[in-house]
């Protein structure tokens, strides 16, 4: 993964070995961490340089320290807090929820045609319409409670995950289909065997990019619905009162709480299929 | 790990570890020698026991459901191969020889005609036969062990976790890749993931392997060190083994009959006996007359095919 520092091979090995030891660094695991590290640091550095020459409005563009002091009052004085809990806990139910309906759904549509032909207008109706447009009828249908913030998270992951699972079923290499049957699986065999497997990486990028637009879901629920919680309710209410650091603290915690949620995805994307190496397939 | 047992002929290709493998292996004596394997013929197969496997009257095609159109691929086939006869198909491409080992496979149904294995219609796979494919088709997420164990853990009765690794470890010993075990199929070169395949066929014991143009894939060099050793894996196994392939040294090396199948719509053109004796991969044999007369009939009767093809023209 790393860059690392270029491999060296142990002195005097059996030149007849097919493999050999390879000796690293030890510092080369961390560091692209530290690259990181370094790469931030000079980010808000410049960050609060521009904001004290004031090319920018003050108003508009605080100082780096006013956000970290922002987000930290935030939290000691339990107003960040209580809003994010509420948001983690509804998109994380709202994709729970995605993922049990997604899944199964996605896979049968896959294999079963005449399910297929019976969902996919919806399906690929819903996944193509944006997601704000529905968000009249919701607060008409739910009003502006949890079940509408809720509803709108589950409307936009569940598509992307039902599509994924539904191509990596329809594009099981029929090789591996032929091979499952000469080597005597029943019919529910292949699929625990062969397709299953198969589709397992499918699977995982559609819950990937579920969680890319859930989150956008969870925003404009509580952006626009106006149920008065939720990070989303916080920067709309920043916003109201021109309060820039918070403003920008609730974006710079949006932004970590994605790109963990994305990097965390990615791990499992790796652990799910080590063996999908496509550099040397 | 397979070790480098002879230094000459291993130097040569140093830069090209897999080839290294596959070169080592071919000289390594991992596989007992061959000898002349007993051969079908007409003086100790009576004419009264019925073929292994019958192929009667068969016609396959394939459905265009857009133009209504059905298109042709086999006409007419009558085909019998003998218990532990190595029988070797070439034809133009496209001339139904992939439709016709799938439907012994039990993959597709003819229109017409009939498949009999042990002398019963085939309906669909089934233990007696395995199948070696052309892009090998492991599975990418199984190790080496555990796609070999594939052949053998979805069959009843599954054989006990002791038989299970003794067979595997002399699969894997019979294809040489003893000491592969724990890789996955994206760690090993396309020879080796080739013999992966072949192992998975060979370790369930098979009466009949199917061989769907098995070497078509891997490298020239690779693919001759691989006919050598399955020329003595099979005079050891003694299996019925039902081979299509492009290349007319690869049936003339491996086959007791060659089949050269017609263009489209296939029909058998020529049975042909092999009378070379064997073992055949040794440059005695390959550089014999005999071998240059069949290896040069064989040519003459694929090329009338593919001019005849070009003079009827593709539709």
Redesign the interface.
């Known amino acids: 993964m790393s860059a690392g520092t270029l491999p060296t091979t142990k002195p005097g090995a059996d030149s007849n070995s097919v493999t050999e030891a390879i000796t690293r660094s030890r510092w080369a695991p961390f560091r692209s961490f530290f690259i990181t590290v370094i790469n931030l640091t000079l980010f808000f550095v410049i960050w609060q340089l521009v904001a004290l020459s004031e090319v920018i409005n003050p108003l508009f563009f605080p100082k780096a320290t006013d956000m970290f002091s922002a987000l930290y009052h935030g939290f000691v004085d339990g107003i960040i807090g209580p809003e994010l809990l509420h948001s983690v806990q509804n998109f994380t139910i709202g994709m729970l929820i995605s993922a049990a309906i997604g899944i199964p759904l996605g896979l049968l549509m896959g294999g079963v045609r005449i399910v297929d032909l019976i969902l996919s207008p919806y399906v690929w109706a819903m996944t193509a319409l944006p997601r704000v447009a529905l968000i009249p009828l919701l607060i008409l249908v739910l009003g502006f409670g949890n079940s509408m913030q809720l509803t709108i998270i589950v409307l936009s992951a569940v598509f992307p995950i039902m599509v994924n699972c539904m191509e990596g079923v329809k594009t099981v290499d029929p090789s591996l289909v032929r091979a499952g049957r000469v080597f005597g699986t029943s019919e529910a065999q292949l699929y625990v065997k062969v397709i299953l497997p198969f589709t397992l990486p499918f699977v995982v990028s559609g819950i990937n990019q579920g969680i890319a637009r859930g989150l956008v879901g969870m925003l404009i629920g509580e952006l626009l619905g106006g149920g008065g919680k939720g990070l989303g309710f916080l920067l709309d209410r920043a916003g109201e009162q021109f309060d820039a650091p918070m403003m920008y603290a609730t974006l710079v915690l949006l932004a970590v709480l994605s790109v963990g949620l994305v990097q965390g995805m990615r791990w499992i994307e790796r652990r799910a299929a080590p063996w999908r190496d496509f550099s040397r397939a | 790990?397979?070790?480098?047992t002879s230094q000459d002929g291993a130097n040569d290709c140093s830069n090209n570890?897999s080839a290294e493998?596959e070169v080592a292996i071919f000289m390594s004596q991992a596989v007992p020698s061959v000898t002349q394997r007993p051969r079908p013929s007409a003086d100790d197969a009576p004419t009264t026991q019925p073929p292994l496997i019958d192929i009667r009257g068969v016609s396959a095609g394939y459905e265009n459901k857009r133009q209504k159109t059905r298109l042709i691929a086999l006409r007419d086939v009558n085909l019998d191969v003998q218990r532990g006869e190595f029988l070797a198909i070439v034809g133009p491409s496209g001339c139904g020889k992939t439709t016709l080992i799938n439907m012994i496979?039990?993959?597709m149904k003819p229109l017409e005609g009939t498949i009999r294995v042990h002398g019963e219609l085939v309906h669909?796979?089934g233990?007696d036969?395995?199948?070696v494919?052309q892009?090998?088709?492991?599975?990418?997420?199984r190790t080496v062990y555990k796609n070999v164990m594939?052949?053998l853990e979805?069959?009843h009765p599954r054989p006990s976790k002791e038989v299970s690794a003794e067979r595997i470890a002399h699969a894997l010993e019979l294809v040489g890749l003893t000491g592969f075990e724990k890789s996955?199929?994206?760690e090993l070169s396309g020879g080796m993931r080739q013999r992966v395949g072949i192992a998975?066929a060979l370790v369930?014991e098979p009466e009949i392997l199917?061989m769907d143009e098995p070497f078509g894939a891997v490298d020239a060099m690779t693919r001759e060190a691989m006919q050598a050793e399955f020329e003595k894996i099979i005079a050891h196994t003694g299996q019925t083994v039902f081979f299509i392939t492009h290349s007319i040294d690869e049936a003339l090396t491996l086959a007791d009959r060659v089949v050269i199948v017609s263009n489209r719509p296939g029909r058998v053109k020529e049975i042909l006996d092999v009378d070379l004796p064997r073992p055949r991969f040794d440059e005695g044999v390959r550089r014999s007359e005999r071998f240059g007369q069949l290896r040069e009939h064989i040519w003459n009767q694929l090329q009338a095919e593919a001019l005849g093809a070009k003079a009827g023209g593709d539709r």
Request: proline share 9%; hydrophobic share 50%; glycine share 6%.
């Open positions: 790990m397979t070790h480098v570890a493998i496979a039990g993959f669909g796979p233990a036969r395995a199948m494919f892009d090998y088709a492991v599975l990418p997420w594939f052949a979805n069959r996955y199929p994206y998975r369930s199917l």
